[in-house]
Nanobody, 126 residues
């Protein structure tokens, strides 16, 4: 398994932007599909976006499509989530997740991923 550490969360006004980062340990970073999930208070953890190990394929939840962009830098063992046009309903703890990729497919369930970070809080004020 890979160890993941998120950063970049904070408080932002509606309409603003944030960029989350997730740094992974290990030498096999480019073997993993990476994803971002989020969990709001009292709600289940939900899928946000995923990216293939090459970075060529991405997949987004409908709620963030057109506003969020996932990307990765395999040389830096880092995956990013650029969040624009933020809304109060985007408020949540955001988690980075990873799982070994044999072939890329849009995995959206928490059970699809074996490694998780500790999360970073994003709060969007209205």
């Amino acid at each position: 398994q890979v160890q993941l550490v998120e950063s970049g969360g904070g408080l932002v006004q509606a309409g603003g932007s944030l960029r989350l980062s997730c740094v992974a340990s290990g030498r096999t970073f480019n073997s993993y599909t990476l994803a971002w999930f989020r969990q709001a208070p009292g709600k289940e953890r939900e899928f946000v976006a995923s990216i293939s190990r090459s970075g060529d394929s991405t997949y987004y939840a409908d709620s963030v499509k057109g506003r969020f962009t996932i990307s990765r830098d395999n040389a830096k063992n880092t995956v990013y989530l650029q969040m624009n046009s933020l809304k109060p309903e985007d408020t949540a703890v955001y988690y980075c997740a990873a799982d070994m990729e044999l072939f890329y497919r849009p995995r959206t369930r928490t059970s699809d991923f074996g490694s998780w970070g500790q999360g970073t809080q994003v709060t969007v004020s209205s």
